[in-house]
């Protein structure tokens, strides 16, 4: 997990206490201030520190998402991501995925960039261990750190490449540990998506907010939208993806019953994806 022999030279995590970098036996991490962080055997590393963490998402709604991102009903949005990331990626070049759940987007990017002969170092951060456990399980040469985009551990300047999908927007954060002239791509929910599940939910149902284009710091080099429509053909599909969004948590168990009466369900789903370059 930490070794990648087509990156010349790796950026090494920093410790979340003193900012010392941080130097790996394969067993642990270590900075010049003594501080000690343990390698998981899957070779993820937890650098939260409990008095600032955050919980992210519980093993229930982790399970949800990789079973309905990996039944391909989001491919369009996938390709999209994959094939932006691409456009801006070069050999030799570090990529940070923010926000990077169970890795099915990150992981979907690494084999895009091995696909078109880009050598990069792809690293993960989420702030939910059991996220960054099940993203370890994906074998995609990426390197993953329970950690939280509110405080990367990583160097300035250390990122030619961020991406921040449907995760907390950081945008100091961002601008500190990319470089000169570095790329942020974000996506993110348009108006409409998934209306159909909150009809199926919601008495009164309403759209999501989308906020505007400009990003302090940085100038937009790109912005598209991608709509389609998820056929789901299963109540299992259908749970799935009512379980991965944050609805799961905010919704009676009245109103979530009655998604168990359902077997089909054809959901709009529209995104927004949007590239920036650092000022």
Not at 47 to 69: C, E, P, Q, T
Not at 123 to 133: L, M, N
Not at 238 to 243: A, D, H, P, T, Y
């Amino acid at each position: 997990m930490y070794h990648n022999e087509s990156v010349d030279r790796m950026v090494n995590f920093i410790c979340p206490i003193c900012r010392n970098e941080l130097i790996s036996d394969g067993k642990s991490m270590r900075c010049s201030s003594g501080h000690c962080y343990d390698i998981s055997k899957k070779g993820t590393v937890n650098l939260l520190i409990s008095n600032r963490s955050r919980h992210g998402d519980d093993k229930r709604m982790v399970a949800a998402r990789k079973r309905f991102l990996d039944s391909g009903h989001y491919e369009p949005l996938h390709k999209e991501i994959r094939e932006l990331v691409c456009r801006y990626a070069e050999s030799g070049c570090t990529i940070l995925d923010c926000g990077c759940g169970e890795c099915s987007y990150t992981a979907d990017i690494s084999r895009e960039l091995q696909n078109n002969g880009i050598n990069a170092d792809i690293i993960g951060i989420d702030v939910s261990k059991e996220a960054i456990s099940s993203g370890a399980s994906r074998h995609a040469g990426i390197r993953l750190a329970a950690a939280s985009v509110f405080d990367i551990p990583l160097p300035d300047g250390s990122c030619d490449i961020v991406t921040a999908l449907f995760s907390p927007f950081s945008g100091s954060e961002y601008l500190r540990v990319l470089k000169k002239s570095g790329i942020y791509i974000t996506a993110f929910p348009l108006e409409e998506h998934l209306f159909e599940l909150k009809q199926a939910v919601y008495e009164a149902p309403y759209k999501n907010k989308v906020s505007p284009l400009e990003v302090e710091g940085f100038e937009l080099a790109g912005h598209s939208e991608c709509r389609f429509r998820a056929e789901l053909s299963s109540n299992e599909d259908i749970i799935s993806l009512f379980e991965m969004t944050p609805y799961c948590y905010k919704t009676s168990a009245k109103d979530r019953a009655k998604l168990d009466r359902l077997d089909t369900l054809s959901v709009t789903a529209a995104f927004g994806i949007a590239a920036y370059r650092k000022l």
